[in-house]
């Protein structure tokens, strides 16, 4: 294994792991296993804390992986004006360049998966691309505009929220009941993602992806949010579901696991395993 650091558009440094061998693999998650209080926050949601650990180490026999903590870097360096699809993208090149990985495959989940549509689009380096829980045709960028926009009004005014003061217990937990705890500056990167995605029209795009490609999410992943959070209800599985020929037509191959929601598809017991046997049969 080796580690190198890399420069983003803004100019802020990410640290990359690289371990095995094999046909290369950009995968943004935290290759460091989370402990204490922060693995009991994810534990109360049903997330893995060592997720990004597990999906490296079972990738890392056959594939070279170059992994960084996309996500969490920029909780703690937030690109609040900057976050547009152009420079996901560039910081996703720089990493690929600082690895000298100049082909490679990317797993993306949720907005990240967002993202390796945007990468496919813009690049031809890709020998493979895995979108999981986004769709890749009608995907809900308005949805998500309306949730990102609520969540930097709430981080800009804290003090006008009513939370609810009848916490459920952790085995109902549900992200109408939470308290925004984020900054205005880590709520408004998003919001500037999606803002700049709200004319981005997915189908249209499709002829200018070449590589192998999957999608793949639960067939639960549905998600309705209260007027608190932006009154829509955000379908990932759904465009998958229905859509599924049409996918293919466009040339990608669909899974759908069965009985999972938008957490239980991301955790590596589920995800892995498709994700795993696709890129083997495709490197």
């Not at 996703?92 to 797993?107: I, P, R, T």
């Not at 029209?201 to 639960?220: E, H, I, M, W, Y």
Request: aromatic share 10%; proline share 6%; net charge negative.
């Amino acid at each position: 294994m080796k580690a190198v650091t890399v420069t983003l558009h803004d100019g802020a440094k990410i640290k990359v792991e690289i371990s095995g061998s094999g046909p290369a693999i950009l995968l943004p998650v935290n290759p460091v296993p989370l402990v204490g209080e922060e693995a009991e926050a994810k534990q109360k949601w049903g997330v893995d804390p060592a997720l990004g650990r597990h999906l490296i180490d079972g990738l890392n026999d056959r594939f070279t992986v170059i992994a960084f903590d996309y996500e969490g870097f920029r909780m703690q360096h937030p690109a609040a004006e900057t976050l547009t699809p152009g420079n996901v993208v560039k910081d996703f090149l720089a990493v690929a360049d600082a690895a000298g990985a100049e082909e490679f495959a990317y797993y993306g989940y949720s907005w990240l998966a967002l993202c390796a549509l945007q990468l496919g689009i813009r690049t031809d380096r890709l020998w493979a691309l895995v979108m999981g829980a986004y769709p890749p045709i009608n995907g809900p960028y308005k949805e998500m505009w309306a949730v990102t926009k609520a969540t930097y009004e709430m981080a800009l005014h804290p003090e006008k929220q009513d939370w609810p003061t009848d916490q459920k217990s952790n085995d109902e937990y549900d992200w109408d009941s939470a308290e925004l705890s984020l900054s205005a500056g880590q709520t408004k990167q998003f919001f500037t993602l999606y803002n700049a995605l709200q004319d981005f029209n997915d189908l249209a795009v499709q002829d200018k992806l070449t590589c192998p490609r999957l999608c793949f999410v639960g067939s639960k992943d549905v998600q309705d949010y209260s007027e608190k959070w932006g009154g829509v209800t955000v379908d990932m599985a759904t465009p998958l579901i229905k859509k599924a020929d049409e996918l293919k037509k466009y040339g990608w191959d669909v899974v759908v696991l069965d009985g999972l929601d938008h957490i239980g598809a991301m955790q590596p017991t589920n995800a892995l395993p498709v994700i795993k046997q696709w890129l083997t049969d495709k490197a």
